[in-house]
Nanobody
Framework: VQLQASGGGSVPAGGSLRLSCAASGRAISTYVLGWFRQAPGKEREFVAGISSSSTTTYADSVKGRFTISRDNAKNTVYLQLNSLNTEDTAVYYC????????????WGQGTLVTVSS
């Protein structure tokens, strides 16, 4: 599975962005999909995940502001980012894993989100 993330950019605090991650090479309908981020000088952290049945999980820091969704027909996963603040500045990565796996096996290249105050 190859993943291609897009949609990053620079926005002021309070703004919104929508990230997309298009998959190729295999249908991802049975995969668990996730978004992670890595801020400058920090370790990569989990942001949101969505199961094949569209059950979602979120990091506490983004609950109520970010929404993960998937469109299996388009082989794409999305992350809607609302009410952005400067602490959301990071490179965002999409990832995929088989439903039996506990670790993510496939990663996109990352897309940069910069939030200015």
């Amino acid at each position: 599975v190859q993943l291609q993330a897009s949609g990053g950019g620079s926005v002021p605090a309070g703004g919104s962005l929508r990230l997309s991650c298009a998959a190729s090479g295999r249908a991802i309908s049975t995969y668990v999909l996730g978004w992670f981020r890595q801020a400058p000088g920090k370790e990569r952290e989990f942001v949101a995940g969505i199961s094949s049945s569209s059950t979602t999980t979120y990091a506490d820091s983004v609950k109520g502001r970010f929404t993960i969704s998937r469109d299996n027909a388009k082989n794409t996963v999305y992350l809607q980012l609302n009410s952005l603040n400067t602490e959301d500045t990071a490179v965002y990565y999409c990832a995929a894993r088989g439903w039996r796996r506990t670790t993510y096996d496939y990663w996109g290249q990352g897309t940069l989100v910069t939030v200015s105050s």
